[in-house]
């Protein structure tokens, strides 16, 4: 009987991971100030005949805080990328000298920055339903076993909601962190 709850709880858990995980992704999508090569991570390039994430056609580096650098492994695609780029209406301007492609990351704005903060909270939102869909589900699935005592449900039902409590707290802090990234110059 126990097997059945374990089994429920470690369902509702894997879910309220697979938000966090989720949330994180989208967010380092999310530029703070900073160049990163993973403001990158949603370009694709046309590569022979196939679009292909840019990371397995070429380096991407970062030699300072507004400089990212994409050296392809063939110069023969550098048109490619600078038109995948543009296509990922990242608001970049990428120059192509021949040899790399080369990204000037240009300052944020502090209108940029608020936009930016918003997009970070709308994603924590979502990871937040995520979250709580999980415990629904879980809490659902319970009720459906009438060999479960009323007492045993209704502690379970507690200890799922604690486990809510804990996931809803992670993704809180993921978002302070975000934001005072996204906020500080």
């Known amino acids: 009987m126990n ?36 403001m990158l991570s949603n370009v694709t390039v046309e590569y022979y005949g196939t679009n292909t994430p840019l990371s397995q056609v070429a380096n991407i580096n970062t030699p300072d805080g507004r400089t990212i650098i994409i050296q392809p492994w063939e110069k023969s695609i550098l048109p490619e990328v600078e038109k995948g780029i543009e296509i990922a209406n990242l608001g970049f301007n990428p120059m192509n000298n021949g040899e790399n492609i080369i990204i000037n990351v240009p300052a944020l704005t502090e209108e940029r920055r608020t936009e930016l903060a918003k997009q970070a909270k709308t994603e924590t939102e979502e990871a937040k339903i995520a979250i709580r869909n999980a415990r629904k589900d879980a809490n659902n699935e319970i009720k459906k076993y009438s060999d479960f005592s009323e007492d045993l449900k209704k502690n379970s039902e507690l200890d799922i909601q604690e486990t809510t409590n804990n996931y809803i707290d992670k993704v ?11 906020m500080t110059l």
Do not use: C, V, W, Y
Request: avoid cysteine.
């Open 3 to 38: 097997e059945e709850l374990d089994l429920i709880f470690d369902l509702a858990k894997e879910s309220m991971s697979n938000a966090i995980t989720h949330l994180e992704k989208k967010l380092m999508n999310i530029r703070a100030g900073k160049a990163n090569p993973n």
């Open 172 to 182: 809180d802090k993921i978002f302070e962190l975000k934001q005072k990234e996204i």
